[in-house]
């Protein structure tokens, strides 16, 4: 009898989108009709978007990859023997050794590609719920204090650091507790919390849960963005599982501690990104943004004390509990501890996932890693920080990736997501997508915000028509001056971050001399 | 379209299901538009005396969340991305190319029921930009090519 072969073709959606489906399908009928037994696990992405659909087979040497593989490809991988690890014009070698996965520090996505992300089985295997079992034998202060010390900061964009967030609502007095997870991924150029959501849904499982432990909440929502219908499929069917298993529910491991997980639904509105604009929508209420203090630790969910965190955050929690706090605190640079999931898009060569210690450079991310443009001509401009940062030119791309040093260029990491821009681009009609964005966007609740952007735009329109430039120019940067500092959040508050970063760096496309 | 037929059982139905749960007013909205394709007008009634809130409120909230929607789609819902990611890979030409395949602008439905078109900010598939989702399914790298092949298979799928 021979070995049954393992072949892996993802199920993330990116991959679904280019074609996974339907060659996962091709590959099961050639196998058929071949008469060749093999077990299809459909795992997550590796996040090498060029590559993708990236198939890859078990050999005795590891997996092999061969990608990006269409329908049209299967018949002539079988001939070439692609199921021993056979040569073949698509073949990229050992998985592993792909120098821009290898050259990778994967902590938080250390699953992400590997796995079938809807197996119990699989996420044991590969040390998953090893944080929630050290958490089980840790009182709520001392898993507090691993994930103070391990410097975690909020990977949603704002950068505070989670363990002082969760003191906080440790030491709050509320009858019910919450953790609510912000997966309402609205930036443009990110999709680190969807691949997590899709490709490793238990990991984010397991962080809440460990958040409920921490701070004494026995509830826990994820407000996820309705434009992911595969997270949300994943994780109910992860949360499912963690539940039959007995990892979520009233006796957590027979520890006599419960957590109950629910996933939530957005409704496709951007500013329900911003955390009491998400409270009040999972409050059923229009997403409208809530005057701080009090803050969500304090009074957040239903008027309870609240921890509300990124997905990127809470997935990174597992891993701090597993290998303790100053593992994690060791990679990184300055006051930005550990790992960024950074995710390369837009108009680039070599897209996809790339999580680095902070730290490395946006030149060494766009041409190490991502390989220049798609289009093959210059990089003008960057976006990073999703529709609310700051567009880099080229003198800034040796700006390493860190909080501070970007703060430093009056840019933002934010959420990780980098947009490359060729230079086809004119940044003035940027600028006023980022006040259009706005204006379609704003809750509508602070006048600088709602007002402000339909202002921008039209301010923009005379400024693109060539009209009154000088005076036009001046009255955008009074009024980004009026949104910067009399916001009530980040929406109208750092939307001047892309119109003034285009229009200091980039003069010439509004009419002014460089 | 003259008397717009709604299934008031169903609506009655999801309701009743989803009213205990805290901040039950997103999750039943989505319930009924999962059921019927959109919101019919005469639901709002039902929705605020079941949660016990005006009909004012209910109605805020359907028209401050851009997914909802109040008529019903076409057979097909066309999302494009609008969103820098594709934007940087020429989404703007595939706009107006969509426009100009289907005759509808955004927010519009085609005159034989079949595709509607709608924006959409971000779908998460920005290294594959750029990005359209059909009924829920994501396509990337949709040059205006792929995007008449794309349509031409879902239309013979309906």
């Known amino acids: 009898m021979s070995i049954v072969i393992s072949v892996y073709v993802p199920r993330d959606s990116s991959a679904l989108s280019l074609g996974a489906e339907k060659t996962a399908k091709v590959i099961a009928a050639e196998a058929a009709q071949r008469g060749i037994d093999i077990n299809i696990v459909r795992n997550g992405s590796r996040g090498l978007f060029w590559l993708e659909p990236l198939v890859e087979v078990a050999t005795a040497a590891g997996r092999v990859a061969y990608g990006p593989v269409q329908a049209s490809d299967v018949a002539g991988l079988f001939d070439a023997g692609f199921l021993e690890g056979g040569e073949h014009p698509l073949k ?184 009491t604009s998400l409270l009040e929508s999972l409050e059923g209420k229009r997403g409208l943004v809530r005057f701080k203090p009090p803050l969500p630790a304090i009074k957040g969910l239903f008027g309870q004390p609240t921890v509300i965190n990124n997905v990127i955050s809470l997935a990174s ?25 950074i995710q ?100 509508g609740k602070c006048t600088p915000c709602r007002i402000g952007s339909t202002r921008g ?34 929406l109208g508050g750092m939307t001047p971050f892309p119109v003034l970063s285009a229009l200091n760096h980039f003069p010439g496309d509004f009419g002014e001399s460089g | 379209m003259s008397q717009l037929v709604w299934d008031k059982n169903a609506v009655v139905g999801v309701i009743d299901g989803l009213k205990a749960k805290p901040g039950a007013l997103l999750p039943i909205l989505h319930g009924i538009q999962d059921a019927l394709g959109y919101i019919p007008a005469d639901s709002v009634p039902l929705i605020a005396a079941a949660l016990n809130v005006s009909r004012a409120e209910v109605h805020g909230v359907i028209t401050f969340y851009h997914y909802f929607r109040e008529t019903p789609p076409g057979r097909h819902t066309v999302h494009i991305c609008r969103a820098e990611s594709c934007q940087s890979m020429n989404s703007k030409g595939l706009e107006a190319h969509a426009k100009a395949a289907l005759g509808i602008d955004y927010h519009e439905t085609t005159a034989d029921g079949v595709f509607s078109l709608e924006p959409v900010y971000c779908l998460g598939n920005c290294a594959c930009s750029p990005a359209i989702s059909i009924d829920g399914e994501t396509y990337g790298r949709v040059s205006p090519e792929r995007f008449d092949e794309i349509l031409t298979d879902v239309r013979a799928q309906a």
């Open chain 1, 92 to 275: 990229q070698g050992l998985t592993e050794e792909i120098p821009y996965l290898k050259n990778q520090e994967r902590l938080t996505n250390a699953r992400i590609g590997i796995t079938d992300p809807v197996s119990l089985d699989d996420y044991l295997a590969h040390e998953g719920y090893r944080g929630l079992q050290n958490a089980l034998q840790l009182a709520p202060a001392e898993i507090v204090k691993q994930v103070t010390d391990s410097g975690l900061r909020g990977r949603g964009g704002a950068a505070f650091p989670t363990g002082i967030k969760w003191n906080t609502v440790l030491n709050a007095q509320g009858e019910q507790k919450y953790i609510v997870c912000n997966a309402d991924e609205g930036d443009s150029g990110t999709f680190s919390d969807r691949m997590i959501m899709e490709d490793d849904p238990f990991v984010l499982v397991e962080g809440m849960t460990i958040a409920g432990l921490a701070v004494g909440a026995t509830k826990g929502y994820i407000y996820l963005r309705v434009e992911y219908p595969h997270a949300h499929k994943n994780l109910n069917a992860a949360i499912a599982a963690a539940e039959a298993a007995g990892y979520l529910g009233p006796d957590i491991l027979g520890s006599g501690k419960a957590f109950d997980l629910e996933v939530r639904l957005g409704a496709g509105a951007y500013v329900c990104g911003e955390e």
């Open chain 1, 457 to 490: 735009v039209e301010v923009m329109d005379d400024i693109i028509k060539g009209q009154d430039r000088t005076k036009n120019i001046a009255l955008l940067r009074d009024l980004s001056d009026t949104m910067l500092n009399a916001s009530l959040c980040a």
């Open chain 1, 344 to 443: 390369l898009a837009g108009n680039i060569k070599r897209p996809g996932l790339i999580e680095k210690a902070f730290g490395v450079t946006l030149r060494e991310i766009l041409y190490d890693y991502g390989g220049g443009s798609a289009s093959g001509r210059p990089i003008k401009a960057v976006q990073v920080g999703g529709p609310l940062g700051a567009f880099l030119p080229e003198s800034q791309f040796d700006t390493p990736l860190d909080y501070e040093a970007f703060a430093a260029h009056w840019a933002v990491l934010g959420h990780g997501g980098i947009v490359a821009f060729d230079d086809t681009v004119d940044m003035s009609h940027m600028a006023r997508y980022a006040m259009e964005f706005c204006a379609i966007e704003s809750c």
């Open chain 1, 317 to 341: 929690v597992p891993i701090i509990l597993d290998k303790g706090g100053e593992f994690y605190r060791d990679f990184g640079m300055g006051r930005s501890r550990g790992t960024l999931p």
